[in-house]
């Protein structure tokens, strides 16, 4: 078990199970140790199922050696993010001490289809408190601290979904499940460097997930490579979800010029994949549409959080926030507006429309993840990012219930990895995965300093 396997992909780990050297039992161990030892170090892990997670690894084991595989994911470990439900003995805490109102203890959908797939449930990875639904203007609003990024423990690791994206790229764990509202998935993937993908909106089940918004949140997961992630999600999905569909053989991508305010290293990086793309797909330069995007988004998002957030203020779990901001629920605990509701929703509609129509002359839009680096961990977030903490078209793709597949692009500031997502139009997932490989090929693969001395791009 060496610290290449940490970082393996999952061929490479099936064929380390398959040819007998490794069982899934070591593997487990060798990840669960990981875990253990570097991501609570990062603050990423919340709670391990050590009894249970070897119990399925022998298990796996046991049908291995018999010819009974049920899937391609059989003895591979994973995690997911502590908003996603799971059976004792693992507690769902959404990022804070103990909600005064305990979750279900069971196991969500995804969690249920990835455990009948034969894949070896681990533990929970860390959240911002109550999904960073709430204002906090500090990266320490959660209940296991600030979580650290692995190629720079001084800087954070962004957005709610903290420890997947820290966990995956520390080599603690293969690949893990992470949700997302507003860029919860793409950003600390972009951040950390690693892949995430947020799939179609309706793709996967959220049910036994805490959700904020159930008209725009999704599950998807942060991996290592984009075939990784297109495997998971294959396991996740509905029926007849993200297929492999018929690729053309060569792609025309549209490309977004990254914020004007992105950092000068940003733009040098989507530069540099741009010329680089260009060798061997058709790279067009676009501008996204001018549509009330923004407003209708915060509008949809706002109005669908405060029912999911009402019990927690009720029950007095807001005021217990590490957070001072959001203790009295802010904005959430506002009246609900449901004319503004329906209003936001039909022009969403309208949008989508326009947008589709726009989005089908491509197939992909590549643009920066984020327009910075990822920030230092004792920073405000106001005084980093101000008002664009992200790239306008993840709010588009938040929005419109759109697919996007974030991959590592270079390197930024202090080292710390820069992001480049491809979005493209619903049950496109196939297609991304395709056109970030081909990306990805032409890019160098990055290991974070916390394996290694310096920063490897081997």
């Avoid at 954070?156 to 893990?176: I, K, N, Y």
């Avoid at 509609?349 to 004792?378: C, E, H, K, Q």
């Amino acid at each position: 078990m060496t610290e290449d396997l940490a970082f393996a992909d999952l061929p490479t780990l099936r064929q380390a199970l398959n040819g007998g050297g490794v069982s899934s039992r070591k593997l487990t161990e060798f990840f669960l140790d990981r875990l253990d030892r570097i991501g609570r170090r990062l603050n990423a892990v919340v709670n391990l199922d050590v009894a249970g997670a070897l119990q399925a690894a022998e298990e796996s084991d046991r049908r291995r050696a018999a010819g009974l595989l049920r899937s391609a994911l059989d003895g591979i470990p994973f995690a997911v993010k502590d908003n996603i439900f799971t059976a004792h003995p693992l507690p769902t805490l959404l990022g804070v001490k103990a909600p005064n109102t305990p979750m279900p203890s069971i196991d969500a959908e995804v969690v249920r289809l990835l455990k009948e797939a034969g894949a070896v449930l681990l533990g929970k990875l860390a959240l911002m408190e109550l999904l960073a639904m709430l204002p906090f203007d500090r990266f320490d609003t959660s209940a296991t601290g600030a979580c650290r990024n692995p190629f720079d423990s001084e800087a954070w690791t962004g957005d709610s979904s903290t420890g997947p994206a820290a966990a995956v790229a520390a080599g603690c764990v293969p690949f893990a499940l992470a949700t997302e509202t507003h860029g919860s998935i793409v950003q600390p993937a972009g951040f950390c460097g690693v892949v995430g993908l947020r799939p179609t909106h309706g793709a996967v089940s959220l049910d036994g997930t805490f959700i904020v918004s159930p008209s725009l949140d999704r599950i998807g997961p942060i991996t290592r490579t984009p075939e990784d992630a297109v495997a998971v999600l294959r396991v996740i999905c509905s029926p007849g979800a993200a297929d492999s569909s018929t690729l053309p053989g060569r792609f025309r991508i549209g490309v977004l010029a990254p914020s004007a305010g992105a950092d000068p290293e940003v733009k040098r990086n989507m530069r540099t994949l741009s010329e680089r793309l260009a060798r061997v797909a058709d790279v067009v330069p676009t501008e996204l549409p001018d549509l009330p995007v923004p407003a209708c988004f915060r509008t949809v998002m706002v109005e669908e959080a405060r029912a999911a957030f009402a019990p927690l203020i009720a029950d007095g779990t807001v005021a217990s926030l590490v957070s001072p901001d959001a203790r009295t629920g802010d904005y959430l605990a506002e009246p609900s507006n449901g004319d503004a509701l329906a209003e936001a929703l039909e022009e969403r509609g309208r949008m989508a429309a326009a947008f589709a129509l726009w989005l089908g002359s491509y197939d992909a839009i590549l643009a920066a993840t984020n327009p910075r680096v990822a920030p230092p961990i004792d920073a405000s977030f106001s005084e980093w990012f101000g008002d664009a903490d992200h790239e306008p078209v993840t709010t588009f793709g938040a929005l419109l219930g759109l697919p996007a597949l974030t991959i590592p692009c270079g390197l930024g500031a202090e080292l710390r990895p820069v992001g480049a997502q491809f979005v493209g139009a619903h049950g496109s997932e196939a297609t991304l995965a395709a056109v970030a490989a081909l990306a990805a090929s032409v890019l160098p693969r990055l290991r974070p300093p916390l394996a290694h001395s310096t920063v490897s791009t081997a």
